[in-house]
């Protein structure tokens, strides 16, 4: 089970996808762990459980005990902010942006890996999840860190590569019953 898997199940009408994460992840600049650990926190974040099934294992054996964790994190953590922030900035009600929001999130500021690569995670994660705000907060983090707009669009080719592929691959699954 693997990249190949996927690339081999995504049907002929989605050849550009098949291309496209061949490409994202196979000629990826990014450092191991910083590719690694996009992938498996957008394959976390895309939600389909036969994309995290078959590139789960790859970023396992890719990632140190901690990078894999710090991933999950990321997902985790995102998966709930991205919610809270999107919600708080559609609200016409502004107010609602003066409120503190009471949510724990301690592990963005410990990560257990390099803050850098933690912030790419979540800025991956927030594309799929379509947070503006939180694209933009991770965003200019990663940029006064000295990351580079190039590596700052990997991470997000990476997220919109995994998310069709999620999405192409549950639809035929569901078309094909």
């Known amino acids: 089970m693997s990249l190949d898997t996927l690339k081999s199940a ?31 926190a957008t394959a976390i974040a895309a939600r389909s459980p036969i994309v995290l099934r078959e ?22 953590i995102m998966a709930m902010n991205n919610v809270f922030y999107r919600t708080r900035h559609l609200l016409s009600d502004h107010e609602y942006g003066t409120l503190r929001a009471g949510l724990r999130m301690n592990v963005i500021g410990n990560p257990g890996v390099d803050k850098v690569d933690f912030e790419l995670w979540s800025f991956a994660v927030s594309a799929i999840n379509g947070c503006g705000m939180c694209l933009d907060s991770h ?14 669009q990997e991470a997000f080719k990476i997220a919109a590569v995994i998310q069709a592929v999620a999405t192409t691959l549950d639809a035929e699954a569901v078309l094909s019953e």
């Open 10 to 40: 995504l049907p002929g009408y989605a050849k550009d996808l098949k291309l496209n994460l061949g490409s994202v992840i196979g000629n990826s600049d990014l450092p191991a762990q910083q590719l690694w650990g996009t992938v498996l």
């Open 55 to 76: 590139l789960e294992p790859e970023a396992k054996a890719n990632l140190s005990p901690e990078a894999y964790t710090a991933a999950k994190s990321a997902a985790a």
């Open 139 to 152: 965003e200019q983090v990663l940029r006064k860190a000295g990351i580079e707009r190039d590596t700052v």
